[in-house]
């Protein structure tokens, strides 16, 4: 199910209305989909590396509406999706968002929109756990951005061959970036002392 997902992204891609399926798909990613916006946003940079920064703007702006669902869903209905949720791949990672959110409240959010952690598990949990609403956005804004403005960025910069080099080591990536931002909430907290 999820190869088939993918490769219908990709051929959204290199459609004529591949903008507006990128901001469809960077929504959706943020609250139910399973396929990240990436897969459209990076071989579109790199195609129109002249429209980088507008392709990365619109995912990120998209990311974070859709992350407002989420939020929404997991405020008003966490209740009655809790159920499905607990039958999903997605419950052990709704668990660890709920703990991170406990210990890090703003930063979990910045992690998840900046990581290959699912955002939508983050989103649904800010909801439920009734984390601040504008603290919610910022962080978002400011990890989704970060990750979509860099891949834009790099790919339209770099090509082809940063492209195949970027697939290769995104995970590792985006967990170096949560390593970093844990421990510099470790050191934030507890300081050096």
């Not at 929504?27 to 071989?43: C, G, N, Q, T, W």
């Not at 407002?68 to 966490?78: D, K, R, T």
């Not at 210990?103 to 439920?128: D, H, M, Q, R």
């Not at 009734?130 to 790919?155: E, H, N």
Request: with cysteine.
């Amino acid at each position: 199910m999820f190869k088939k997902l993918y490769v219908q992204t990709l051929l959204w891609a290199r459609h004529k209305h591949a903008e507006k399926y990128l901001c469809a798909l960077s929504f959706a990613e943020s609250s139910f989909f399973p396929i990240p916006p990436d897969v459209m946003l990076a071989p579109m940079a790199l195609a129109m590396p002249d429209k980088a920064f507008k392709l990365a703007l619109f995912t990120t702006i998209f990311s974070v509406l859709g992350g407002m669902l989420g939020y929404a869903i997991g405020f008003f209905l966490f209740d009655s999706i809790s159920p499905w949720l607990q039958e999903t791949h997605y419950w052990g990672k709704y668990l660890m968002a709920e703990n991170w959110f406990k210990e890090w409240g703003f930063w979990a959010i910045f992690v998840a929109g900046f990581s290959p952690i699912p955002y939508k598990v983050f989103t649904l949990a800010a909801g439920a756990l009734q984390m601040l609403f504008l603290p919610f956005i910022l962080a978002s804004l400011v990890g989704r951005g970060a990750r979509f403005f860099l891949v834009s960025f790099l790919l339209a910069a770099g090509g082809e061959k940063l492209e195949s080099r970027l697939r290769q080591y995104m995970d590792v990536l985006g967990w170096v970036t949560v390593a970093l931002v844990v421990m510099g909430g470790l050191i934030y907290k507890y300081g050096f002392s």
